[in-house]
Structures are given as structure tokens and as C-alpha cells.
């Protein structure tokens, strides 16, 4: 069964650090996600991405966050100047249309900021 | 705005004995739910959606979900637990206005014991 790849699953950097993280998304898929989780609480969405630009993004996705599909195959999640805050589970997800139904998630990253 | 909500934190349960995880939802319009499970080291994993028809939806790994509309609920239930449905479970809604967001609760801990 395809699945979304994201690497790495654990990565600590310190505070004021840029982190990249990285997502392979399903192959035919053209919907991109990320979502967070920080400790303890709910799964947060922060971006959605089609056609190469942010379809949309949450209030929580502000000028530290960029995302990129740099190539065919992956989709990142940059984080600038990290924050205690940011630390968190990171999941990205992709869709082949727009139905959340068809939603495959990753297994996550877990960002540690020291 | 829409909204879920799952009232324990944690629930433990014997192998062979039913179980049932709680959600309630809070939309304005008919809801889009969904329940979705965490294993660790996994990302979340699909179980059932309920969009419309009867309120009983039926899921992956035997699981089942009861959609209450005057109760504004959407409870996860499953005859007989297994050791191995010892996870994380989630609900989530679809945003009304936009197809690609989901709004999650915080999380059920099930564990089951032998």
C-alpha cells in the first residue's frame, strides 16, 4: 500500500535554529498537508498546498513557515528561527483530490527545540 | 466554528470486552466526522467517515460508529477490544467551508489489557 514518507522521524535543533522538514508524498497524489501536534494536545492544520502555491493556511502557519515542492517527488516544511513552541509532531499528508476522504498521513516527525 | 471534542483523555478496557471511545461535535450544517487511529511510530491511519445514510458506520479492524445527531455525537464502539487496538484515537470533522481542513479532538488513549 503507497505510502507518505517523512524523514527525519526525530530531529532536535536549538532555539533559533532553521529546521527542514521533509515529506514524500503519495506519487499520483496533487494535495499537500501539514498538520502539527504538539504534546498533549489536538492535531493542528497549517497549510494546505496544490498547483505549486498554498491553497490555504492556518492563523498558527505565519512568516516563520514556508513551505516548497522543489522537485516531483518531495514536499517540505521549513521552520525559521525555531521556538521552544515549535516543538511538536509534524505530519504531512496528501490527497490525490480534493476529498479528505482519500487523506494518507505520515507517520510524522518529531521536532525537539532545545 | 466547527468542532470535536473527546472527554477522556484515556480509556482502559479488558481483551474480549466492548468498547466505546466518546466524541462530540459542535457544526453549524451537516458534519462530515471521521475517526482516525495513531499507532506508535504511525502516522494517523483512517478507520470510518460518516457522511450521510445510516447512522451506524462500519470500519476498518472491526470497528464501528454510531452517529447521534441529538445527542451530537459520534461515538467509536467495537464488540470485543484486541490487545492490538491499544492506540490513539482520534476524531475530527471537516470544516463545512472548506474541504481540504479537518478540525481534530485531542485524543483518546485506549489501552487494553490481556
Known amino acids: 500500500e503507497p505510502e507518505v514518507t517523512q524523514t527525519p522521524s526525530h530531529q532536535v535543533t536549538q532555539m533559533g535554529q532553521e529546521v527542514i522538514l521533509r515529506c514524500v508524498p503519495i506519487s499520483n497524489h496533487l494535495y499537500f498537508y501539514w498538520y502539527r501536534q504538539i504534546l498533549g494536545q489536538k492535531v493542528e492544520f497549517l497549510v494546505s498546498f496544490y498547483n505549486n502555491e498554498i491553497s490555504e493556511k492556518s492563523e498558527i502557519f505565519d512568516d516563520q513557515f514556508s513551505v516548497e515542492r522543489p522537485d516531483g517527488s518531495n514536499f517540505t516544511l521549513k521552520i525559521r528561527s525555531t521556538k521552544l513552541e515549535d516543538s511538536a509532531m509534524y505530519f504531512c499528508?496528501?490527497?490525490?483530490?480534493?476529498?479528505?476522504?482519500?487523506?494518507?498521513f505520515g507517520s510524522g516527525t518529531r521536532l525537539t527545540v532545545v | 466554528a466547527q468542532s470535536v471534542a473527546q472527554p477522556e483523555d484515556q480509556v482502559n478496557v479488558a481483551e474480549g470486552n466492548p468498547l466505546t471511545v466518546k466524541c462530540t461535535y459542535s457544526?453549524?450544517?451537516?458534519?462530515?466526522l471521521f475517526w482516525y487511529v495513531q499507532y506508535p511510530n504511525r502516522g494517523l491511519q483512517f478507520l470510518l467517515k460518516y457522511i450521510t445514510g445510516d447512522n451506524l458506520v462500519k470500519g476498518s479492524y472491526g470497528f464501528e460508529a454510531e452517529f447521534n445527531k441529538s445527542q451530537t455525537s459520534f461515538h467509536l464502539k467495537k464488540p470485543s477490544a484486541l490487545v492490538s487496538d491499544s492506540a490513539l484515537y482520534f476524531c475530527?470533522?471537516?470544516?463545512?467551508?472548506?474541504?481540504?481542513?479537518?478540525?481534530f479532538g485531542s485524543g483518546t488513549k485506549l489501552n487494553v489489557k490481556p
Open positions: 499528508a496528501s490527497s490525490v483530490n480534493r476529498d479528505p476522504l482519500g487523506y494518507t
Open positions: 475530527a470533522v471537516r470544516d463545512i467551508n472548506n474541504f481540504n481542513k479537518f478540525y
Open positions: 457544526v453549524s450544517g451537516n458534519p462530515y
